[in-house]
């Protein structure tokens, strides 16, 4: 018996690349993978508002907001998300960010430049890691993508 999803959001996210890899982060403790920074949209809120909003807050860095680059959607049991990728200009800028003194830095257990091709690294979602090369090489030229996934 198929049960329906107990959360439902829409979440931006941020597309930061420098010097050949991805920032990402890990979420609490709770969450042993990796995905890239960004959070969940609040009612009246632009999606590029919300994107700047989480990065500030997480990181301390004001993010240069650019072109979205893919739109995906999962589902899982629990949750039901609509995620919005958007390219970051200024990623080298989130190199000095220091979560300690971030306002909603302690949200985050770690944050950090990683190749996302690595495989033992648990990146979600998953498809980043086959899309990489192409999205460091073409950066914001890179073609809105839509994507389903699970």
């Known amino acids: 018996m198929n049960t329906a999803p107990t959360s439902f959001a829409v979440t931006c996210r941020a ?14 403790q709770t969450h042993p993978f990796y995905c890239l920074p960004g959070g969940k949209l609040e009612v009246g809120e632009t999606l590029e508002a919300c994107l700047a ?12 907001i650019g072109k979205l680059l893919i ?7 629990r949750d039901h998300r609509i995620e ?6 200024n990623a080298s800028a989130f190199r000095t960010a220091d979560l300690a003194t971030a306002s909603h830095g302690h949200e985050l257990s770690e944050l950090l ?5 690595d495989p033992d690294l ?15 090489q073409q950066q914001e ?5 839509h994507l389903l996934s699970s």
């Open 122 to 136: 648990d990146l979600r979602p998953e498809y980043l890691k086959a899309q990489f090369a192409q999205l460091a």
């Open 113 to 117: 430049f990683a190749n996302p091709s």
């Open 15 to 28: 597309l930061a690349i420098d010097q050949g890899q991805l920032l990402i982060c890990q979420q609490g």
């Open 71 to 77: 739109i995906n959607e999962w589902v899982s049991e």
């Open 53 to 64: 909003r989480e990065l500030k807050e997480e990181t301390g860095i004001t993010a240069e």
């Open 141 to 145: 030229k890179f073609p809105t993508t």
């Open 84 to 89: 919005f990728f958007y390219w970051i200009k």
